[in-house]
């Protein structure tokens, strides 16, 4: 008898974490477990040993970040092939002449699909490296564990598929809401995996037993489930994770989830041999479960986001009425002294600035937070910011939360962007976070005005940003910003705003490489002060390109006479770009407001 044919008439016990005991061990957590299957191999079976004992007949082996992007950060990614093989010969040595089946593990790649497009890596080879690997080793079935994008699962189930029609556990990490990451319900992604003849689909990871439990009361009991909770929610203590779920707690929890109709039962991050054996006891004599009730919630939407309601007028709307927009960068101060930001502000709306956008810490050095000056901007002035949303600075969870304080103050525009990375700029200790990306933080947001979480959580109601891109046609591989610019709009971005352009001819040359992207286009015009300031953007600014008859133009010319020349050369890229597009993106140069004033005066009259 196989596995499949045991789920179809018992309900089994899977085996625990690998990582939470070699963390107790003494195994430092920058260490790579992985590696230990090589290296150590003893202690890697010392471990499936004990998960025997305890009673698990499913043992998992220890490959779950074994894959050539995971491996890569250790200098290991050309030794795939050995770390599973090995990890698999040591799981099925240590299964031999046992009732026991060895499941090769196989976790997500830990990157998302924009950036394994933009570095080039084959995801689906990297799943077929590994799984290959983990079957010539002698694994009885694979175990795709904790994915949270149903994309990527479909990569890895396909690329499994290819090599053999084998058997495999699909699992994902999934908040007791019942709703994926990438915004699936969980249970409309097992009814697609069952189309591609997955046999047996779960979920893992994520939660502790109560909402593994909350979570399958959403799943029909018509699937081959599997449940591996983790043992509750851990404490951070001098470097290690601490879990504090009772065995017998996990035992009952055990028997709820056997109700909910989980077949194969185990457990996740900070389970151990104890948590095993209560399990096994608790499950032993339990059958099947073929037919319960689901637990439906409606997750009602507003019609309208909230936002809406608060009277900003989206930028997009004011295109769609047949009206010209005009963007004035004004970058928050330095300091507290913020008098003649808000005098700046305000002279720009009046001289035909539609909103104002705020830099998030341009060129990582420090100004006052951009989401308390836009809130400023709206409460006290009216206007309407346009904040700038770097990935630097936060983590996902961050970002989100900077994001529903923006909604909850009514500001609609956002501009997402990778950020410079904190050791250029003032602060060169900090940390850059980059958790995500600029593509990546768009399609975050694009969930948000979906109603939904990162994470998959329903925010009830939704937010309404209009979100923004940024596209650099100053590169020197024009082809890579155009590619990079069509994953953004396909992520969700609703206009997109350039680099500086202070040349015509490359103006006319990005309108006719982008004519294809459905959405508006605002051209960065920034007017030069002084052939000093030209040199000095060309040569130290990161994405700025002055070319050389500009840089000629302005060689010498300082005061008066250079800020003359460089209004001249300003004002033909934005007649230029009117020309072209429905509006235009105005840069003030280090705050001298009063210049872009009269580019704004003009762009409003062209």
Known sequence: MDLLDELQSRVLCGDGAIGTLLLEAGIPLERCFEELCVTEPDRIETIHQQYIGAGARVIETNTFGANAVRLERFGLEGRVAEINRAAAQIALKTARGKDVYVAGSVGPLGISGDEAAARGIDRAQCFREQVGALLEGGANLIFFETFMDFEEMEIAFRARREIDDGLAICSFACAPEGRISSGMLLVDAFTKLRELNAQIVGVNCMNGPHGMVQLLQRVPAEYLLAAFPNAGYPRYHEGRFIYHTAPDYFAQSAREMVAEGARLIGGCCGTNPTHIAAIAAAIANLQPVRSKPVRVVAEPLPEHPRQESQGEESLLDRIARGKRVIICELDPPKTLALDKFFAGAQALVKAGCDAITLADNSLAILRVSNLAIGAMLKERFGITPLLHLSCRDRNVLGLQSALLGMAALGMRHV????????????????????????????????????????????????????????????????????????????????FAMTQPVFDVRLLEEMVRRTAHVPIPMFTGVWPLMSGRQAEFLHNEVPGIVVPDSVRAEMAGLEGAPGRARGIKLAKEIARAALGCYPGVYLITPFLQYETTVELAEFARGV
């Open 415 to 494: 501009l997402p962007l990778t950020g410079d990375p904190a050791k250029v700029g003032d602060h060169p200790g900090a940390a850059s976070v980059y958790d995500v990306n600029s593509v990546e933080l768009i399609s975050i947001i694009r969930r948000l005005n979906e109603g939904f979480s990162q994470a998959g959580k329903s925010i009830k109601t939704p937010t309404g940003f209009v979100i923004g891109c940024t596209f650099n046609p100053n590169a020197r591989n024009l082809d890579a910003q155009v590619n990079r610019l069509e994953r953004k709009v396909a992520a969700g971005a609703q």
